[in-house]
């Protein structure tokens, strides 16, 4: 069971929306406690439903009914108000260092109970970097988005085919794949590399398409 850690900031979720998406995070703070103490200070105006210490400890800051301040301003698959569309989780990381073991089982866990609560498909586990391209890049290039994928609790990339491969293509693949932010190329060339493919540079290719 998750230890209950209450922040004071969230709300309710707005024009009865219900969670149909789960956004991962990492804290980029030198500890789990230093993390707590941000999302659960008024002050900071930012929570999350969820925070995971290295060590595999879960706290739940926010009910998953409750609206959470964690997505920021964004947008996926066309909609924005991420927040009251999502159920936010935290991973105590630096963003410099690999996702820990105890860390990764206990996410497996909690997606597992949040995707058979809400009836959240694979599809539906997402990054912050995906529906803030511009803003931010958490989980970053460190998590392992294959290994939720093998367990269907992430969606596994699929080839999306526009045309002659364009980046005019490229920006309607990657939207019907749900990347929705109105940013610039480039930025939206290296979202979508950090989500499938963030070993690759270089111009846009083929393998881009794969999303």
Not at 37 to 42: H, S, V
Not at 99 to 124: H, K, N, T, Y
Not at 192 to 207: Q, S, V
């Amino acid at each position: 069971m998750p230890t209950a850690c209450p922040s004071p900031n969230c709300g309710p979720r707005r024009d009865g929306l219900t969670p149909t998406l789960v956004v991962l995070h990492y804290t980029a703070m030198n500890s789990a406690q230093a993390a707590l103490e941000r999302l659960c200070d008024a002050g900071a105006e930012v929570s999350a439903h969820y925070l995971i210490s290295g060590r595999g400890e879960v706290m739940q800051l926010v009910d998953e009914a409750a609206r959470a301040w964690h997505a920021g301003v964004s947008a996926w698959q066309g909609h924005d108000d991420i927040n009251s569309r999502s159920i936010g989780i935290e991973l105590d990381n630096r963003g410099t260092h690999p996702f820990s073991e105890p860390q990764m089982v206990a996410l497996e866990q909690l997606l597992r109970g949040i995707m058979s609560r809400w009836q959240i498909a694979p599809e539906g586990v997402i990054g912050h970097s995906d529906i803030a391209p511009d803003r931010k890049f958490d989980p970053g290039p460190r998590f392992d988005w294959r290994r939720l994928e093998r367990q269907g609790l992430a969606a596994a990339p699929s080839p999306r085919a526009y045309g002659a491969g364009d980046a005019e293509a490229f920006v309607r693949a990657a939207k019907e794949a749900g990347f929705s932010a109105d940013v610039d190329f480039d930025t939206l060339l290296s979202a979508t590399r950090l989500r499938r493919a963030p070993w690759r540079t270089g111009p846009l290719c083929t393998d881009d398409f794969t999303l």
